[in-house]
Nanobody, 124 residues
Framework: QVQLVESGGVLVQAGGSLILSCAAS????????IGWFREPPGNVREFAAG????????YNADSVKGRFTISRDNAKNTAYLQMNSLQPEDTAVYYC?????????????????WGQGTQVTVSS
């Protein structure tokens, strides 16, 4: 049974930092690209960042580039999202997802497995 479990979401003040984790089990983690998506309240889910199975990263340049850093530790079957300079507009449920193509895509339809999400709230 494949599981992706996000953690690290909390309430933080504007300007603060967080690290989200995505722990995977039940799949050959190294073969998958991992994406982080977010769903702000009242808005559609959007791509935030992704990392391919070879470590190539891609960001949503409009919203997170320069502030967020995605990484992965294949030995621990875990992906991370370092978020700096957080702003109230970063408030969202953050989801990690696994893409069997191994490459990062911004469209969520390529991601086969999803976590349950973790809430990040940024206060002004």
């Amino acid at each position: 049974q494949v599981q992706l479990v996000e953690s690290g979401g909390v309430l933080v003040q504007a300007g603060g930092s967080l690290i989200l984790s995505c722990a995977a089990s039940g799949l050959t983690f190294i073969m998958y690209a991992i994406g982080w998506f977010r769903e702000p309240p009242g808005n559609v889910r959007e791509f935030a960042a992704g990392i391919s199975r070879s470590g190539v990263v891609r960001y949503n340049a409009d919203s997170v580039k320069g502030r967020f850093t995605i990484s992965r530790d294949n030995a621990k079957n875990t992906a991370y999202l370092q978020m700096n300079s957080l702003q109230p507009e970063d408030t969202a449920v953050y989801y990690c997802a696994a893409n069997p193509t191994g490459t990062v895509t911004m469209s969520d339809r390529f991601y086969e497995y999803w976590g349950q999400g973790t809430q990040v709230t940024v206060s002004s």
